[in-house]
DNA sequence: TCTTTTTTGAAACAAATGTTTCAGAATTAA
DNA sequence: TTAATTCTGAAACATTTGTTTCAAAAAAGA
């Protein structure tokens, strides 16, 4: 047998993400990236492979986080409609005190639609956005909390949406309580 | 006197738009504007700047744009909650049939807060988007259409909200169905 | 120990980047 | 027509880009 490799790939691919998060794909370059993992760009092509490869792994990363986060923080559900509120609220929370906004919605916009396998990931993030979200409204309209004759998949997507929403809103004009505000709007007219 | 300037300037910036707007603004070369241009690099350092300088009078024409097309559209204005209703309804078929999302968008989370100038411009159509919706939901607060309780700039924020996921919806998924099932929904929860 | 295999570091690669240079063409006013 | 001025085209600029090369170092099994 040979020599084993040197360096943390856990801890390379997280410092390679906070660079992509924070400077987008084309932004980044390779050197940065080298800089920030602390590995040799031979090591990095050894591995991991190129630049787009690294940034799949690196997405993937930052999606696997946010789920096991939301499945951490939902563990034991109380009432749905309950739930829903609170995720709305903390959606709020994340936006207004994150350093940089999301990275699938910055990649999302970046790539647009000319890159299947980083596509690809973005939509499973979606994917199981949705599904948490459809699950918690269709229990919350069985107990009649929300209006049943709403399509609880139409409602998941609209919900969807203002969040992405506000990732743009606090870019724009980093106005906490303009989000806050929002939040609860969409609160008080979910019950009806 | 001398020579005047040969190319159309406003023709150029057009073309160089075009390319900004689809590949966004670390994607895009000086050699993809030019050919796009159809002018030399030299005659564009002449007149215009620099390929930042060349940004901001892109994204400046593409906003004057948008504004211009909303103002032809609404000029005279009907029932205001009426008004409100094609409002959405052309925000989801606008979103649902241009080949690129917005540039607004794209260039908010590329750029994300250090770019002061080029934010500038994006804020100031965000200005006038906010502008417009209040003016209409205040219009039909006080005629009783929409709940007078919320207060018209958080309504206006959160519609403009929903217009921003929904470009990022359709990135994704390219469904016209969910971008209008969520339109009927954000309009019957307008009128409440 | 030695051999085998693989990683690493530094340097190099060609191509692409944003920008500048400058001679010559073009245009207007005198 | 001439003089003055400015634009244009092509080439060149120095950096930076993503990626590769390869000798030397490292590690595990024989």
Redesign the interface.
């Known amino acids: 047998m040979a020599r084993l490799v040197a360096f943390d790939e856990e801890r390379a691919i997280q410092k390679a993400m906070e660079v992509f998060w924070k400077k987008?794909y084309?932004?980044t370059s390779m050197r940065d990236l080298t800089d920030a993992m602390q590995i040799n760009s031979s090591s990095l092509y050894n591995t991991i492979g190129d630049k787009h490869q690294l940034f799949v792994r690196c997405i993937r990363h930052y999606t696997k986080m946010r789920i096991q986060a939301i499945e951490q923080r939902y563990a034991d559900l109380g009432s749905s409609i309950q739930v829903l509120e609170n995720f709305i609220k903390d959606a709020a929370d994340i936006i207004t005190t994150e350093p940089?906004?999301c990275m699938c919605?910055?990649a999302?916009?970046?790539i647009?639609?000319d890159n299947p396998d980083i596509?690809a990931v973005?939509?499973a993030y979606?994917d199981f956005t949705h599904q948490f979200l459809k699950n918690l409204i269709e229990h919350a309209q069985n107990q009649g909390e929300i209006d049943g004759n709403?399509?609880a998949?139409?409602?998941a997507?609209?919900l969807?949406?203002?969040?992405?929403?506000?990732?743009?809103?606090f870019?724009?004009?980093k106005n906490r309580n303009?989000i806050l505000?929002?939040a609860?709007?969409?609160i008080?007219?979910l019950r009806?």
């Open positions: 987008g084309a932004a940089n906004s919605i910055k999302t916009f970046e647009e639609g596509q973005i939509n979606d709403e399509s998949d139409t409602i997507d609209y969807n949406s203002l969040f992405i929403g506000w990732y743009n809103s870019v724009l004009h303009k505000n929002m609860g709007f969409a008080r007219h009806c």
